[in-house]
């Protein structure tokens, strides 16, 4: 699964521009070195693929009564994109880039979960491949959501778990985000990163908790 993830923008803001071919970023955009579940984040959708919009993490269906639902899915996995309701007309209409560069993920020990940060060998910022969807509250608030696509780890990130994000590059924007490509297409991209393109490292328990949205998170112990 992914629960949590880092957009650092430090120094990177005109290669994130140039790279995901953006018109401008806005100007609340700011590094997260700890999103999680419920937070507003960076998003490239397929109807603005020019522009960063900042989404709710936790898809929330048009259906849903009730906006907590999103806590139960922040997770889509990809095997079953096409058979669950929430997720079979989205996958064809409504997809979208969340910008990070890393990712965490818990090793289970006998002495405890120890936290790593998964990143590519550059350092440089990718897109997680993700659903999104509008729903409007009892008020008529419309609130925009997403949902990060899982698929089975890479033999690097199986040594934490059996799951990893689908990581695309910046040249894989156009594509994912091309609603008119065939269906075929659209679930060849829903596989694991190369392991090879990987490195990661162990950091503190500060990631437990998303109140610590600090440098210091993605620090090396």
Not at 139 to 167: C, E, W, Y
Not at 171 to 187: E, I, S, T
Not at 188 to 210: G, W
Request: proline share 5%.
């Amino acid at each position: 699964m992914c629960g949590r993830f880092s957009f650092i923008v430090t120094q990177k803001k005109q290669k994130i521009q140039q790279q995901f071919k953006l018109k401008t970023l806005p100007s609340n955009l700011v590094s997260r070195y700890n999103a999680a579940p419920s937070q507003d984040l960076a998003v490239i959708t397929n109807d603005k693929q020019d522009e960063i919009s900042f989404l709710r993490w936790g898809l929330i269906p048009t259906w849903a009564k009730d906006k907590n639902i999103g806590y139960k899915m922040i997770n889509a996995r990809a095997e079953t994109l096409t058979q669950k309701p929430s997720f079979k007309t989205l996958i064809y209409k409504r997809r979208c880039l969340v910008l990070a560069d890393g990712f965490y993920e818990w090793k289970k020990t006998k002495s405890g979960k120890i936290p790593y940060r998964v990143t590519l060998k550059d350092g440089a910022t990718f897109g997680l491949a993700g659903l999104w969807t509008h729903w409007k509250d009892e008020g008529g608030q419309d609130i925009k959501s997403f949902t990060i696509i899982t698929t089975n780890a890479n033999s690097l990130v199986k040594k934490l778990h059996d799951r990893m994000p689908v990581m695309l590059t910046p040249d894989q924007k156009d594509d994912w985000l091309n609603v008119q490509l065939p269906q075929d297409d659209v679930l060849k991209m829903l596989k694991p990163i190369s392991a090879n393109q990987l490195t990661m490292y162990s950091v503190s328990d500060l990631v437990n908790s998303p109140k610590n949205d600090v440098a210091q998170v993605i620090a090396r112990v």
